[in-house]
């Protein structure tokens, strides 16, 4: 998200970044941006975003507003630019694209907004994958069955959930989460046994050589490290 | 009174702020009874996005019932031969939208507030789905999972003009502007469709903090995974969004189907099919 920097003197008085569609600068306490000084009009400015653009405009005030150094009505702002309000400062910083995803409430209607984006379309923006799961959050794990016809089988939990048990009968599911794997029960009255326990509602954690029972069949987690 | 849904239907609904956001702007209602489900992702500065989703949700919900007291939701209107639940639909959708627009305008707090809306009504062996903005409906019926609902989205009309691909829209940083939404403007454009339901169907309504978060292959296996227990998909589907990284609230309900629901059910209504 894109933000400014208010300093006055060259001291920094406040960082703010730029949250909303439209940040209105002001003397008055109902801006989002309230500059209580008699130099600055009760609605001095206003900067409006949209996608990564940010424009500012002055509101007709009093004593204007500077770029630096040139008094505009309205301006396409750059990285870098100061915004000057009497004897305030302000200065426009791009945050880098990569930084902007977590904060960014960027949703708003866009219908009655000119949409300049589409060369931007074609930019490799947004390289880092959101959907890569760490690269090895978990140790690999697996189940060996102990009773029943297949005894000795390895099943291994590659992926995110593996179902256990019989449909209709009784159902549990290991999920593989980034702190563990995780023991639930689906469907049927009866409930897993954990060590020999019934568990309850709750996802039960797996700890190394757990001894799981589900639909009369006995098995072992075990982490493979 | 319609007859309850609640034998015919089994709802679960889940809402998170998800780890990144200091509040919840999305609202859900549900009413496995009544046959309805709401979801709702507000927008708008400081609480007012809180503020737009849930009176989209409160208003909508108390309105559609008010509406279907007088008049079943299945029965026919004579002209369109479609279920009043349809009309109706669009028609309290439009009046939210105005209530949510006219506080927007007389408080200044609320100033651009908006929220997205998508809302299912259960009736007689079918759903209308209504929505509007970037919430989606998606159904797993015999374990093929798609989506119901296409967004009004910035990033949907890029994909529908062929700007760009289905991959290249996962990474855009225009995923979060809809093309339209609920209290934004005097009027709003609510689109709708009827579609035919089955036993054992389910039924995901989600806002954009969910599917940003889980790909679509990843909801499809943890719904078949867990879909004996709609309530457990629902919070299996939450964990996974913050494992993934919780960036934004998520919200889902899940429905599951368990038996047909046709509006003749109740025996003294049973005259009403003769006139069909």
Known sequence: MAKLVLSMDGLVLKEIPLRKERMSIGRKAHNDIQIDNMAISGEHAAVVTILNDSFLEDLNSTNGTMVNGQPIKKHFLKDGDVIELGKYKMKYLLAPPSQEKADYDGRMPVDTIPVPEVSKASDPVGSAPRFELPSSPVPPAAIQLLSGSNTGRELQLTKTLTTLGKPGVQVAVIARRPHGYFLTHVEGATFPLLNGKAIDAQARRLEDHDVIEIAGVKMEFFLKV | ?276
């Open chain 2, 1 to 276: 009174m319609p007859t309850s849904l609640s034998g015919a239907l089994e709802v679960a609904v889940q809402t998170d702020p998800g780890l990144v956001r200091g509040h919840n702007e999305d609202a859900v209602f549900a009413d496995a009874g009544r046959g309805l489900a709401i979801l709702a992702d507000g927008m708008g500065g400081y609480s007012a996005g809180e503020v737009a989703s849930s009176m989209a949700t409160k208003l909508l919900s108390s309105r559609l019932e008010a509406a279907f007291k007088s008049v079943p939701p299945h029965k026919r209107d004579g002209r369109t031969g479609q279920p009043f639940a349809h009309s109706c639909l669009v028609q309290q959708i439009a009046a939210v939208n105005t209530a949510i627009y006219r506080a927007a305008e007389s408080q200044v707090q609320f100033v651009g507030m908006g929220t997205t809306l998508v809302a299912v009504v259960f009736c007689d062996n079918k759903l209308i789905v209504a929505h509007v903005g970037d919430s989606r409906l998606y159904c797993l019926r015999s374990g093929s999972f798609a989506a119901m609902t296409r967004d009004h989205s910035l990033l949907q009309e890029q994909i529908d003009s062929g700007l760009i691909s289905v991959e290249e829209a996962r990474h855009s940083i225009n995923k979060n502007l809809v093309t339209r939404a609920v209290g934004v403007d005097p009027e709003v454009d609510v689109e709708s469709h009827l579609y035919p339901v089955q036993p054992g169907d389910l039924y995901l309504l989600c806002s954009d903090g969910l599917y940003d978060m889980v790909d679509d292959l990843e909801i499809h296996r943890t719904l078949e995974t867990y879909g004996a227990n709609p309530d457990l998909a629902a919070r299996q589907l939450i964990r996974t969004a913050n494992d993934n990284g919780g960036e934004d609230n998520v919200s889902v309900v899940v429905v599951k189907v368990l038996r047909e629901f046709p509006a003749g059910s109740a025996c003294w209504w049973k005259p009403w099919s003769w006139f069909r």
